[in-house]
């Protein structure tokens, strides 16, 4: 028997805007509220489904230092350059973690200096 990774959590100052956020990156929607709480998943099948739900989780406590654990994306519909300008236009910046500048991905942060990882390979939507 095995478990299965079905929720993220992350902290948040402004659900909202991460949520905005994230929706856009991975074209989640948002499947339900629980107070400030926001969760955002997959259209179409959510909670269970065969990628994990997001719950932004609303906190006054600021981010402090790079993160334990962080997300890595993939594009699934264009190259890593392109996916790059959009990341950015919808509100991502780069993010600096000790890189070498070598690297084939791509470090950035969302909109409250959470980090994650833009990847090169392309992989086929869910």
């Excluded at 991975?26 to 998943?41: F, H, K, P, S």
């Excluded at 990628?51 to 890595?72: A, M, N, V, Y």
Aim: hydrophobic share 35%.
């Amino acid at each position: 028997m095995a478990a299965r990774i079905t929720e993220l959590v992350l902290d948040a100052r402004d659900p909202e805007l991460l949520a905005r956020f994230w929706c856009e990156v991975l074209g989640y929607v948002e499947l339900g509220r629980d107070g400030d709480d926001i969760e955002i998943g997959p259209p179409g099948a959510g909670f269970g489904g065969p990628q994990p739900t997001i719950i932004l989780s609303r906190t006054d406590t600021p981010k402090s230092g790079q993160l334990r654990l962080h997300i890595d994306v993939n594009p699934t519909d264009r190259d890593q350059a392109e996916e790059l300008d959009r990341l950015l236009a919808a509100g991502a910046r780069p993010a600096d973690v000790g890189q070498t500048g070598d690297e084939t991905w791509h470090v950035l942060a969302d909109p409250e200096g959470n980090e994650f990882c833009l990847l090169r390979r392309r992989v086929p939507e869910i």
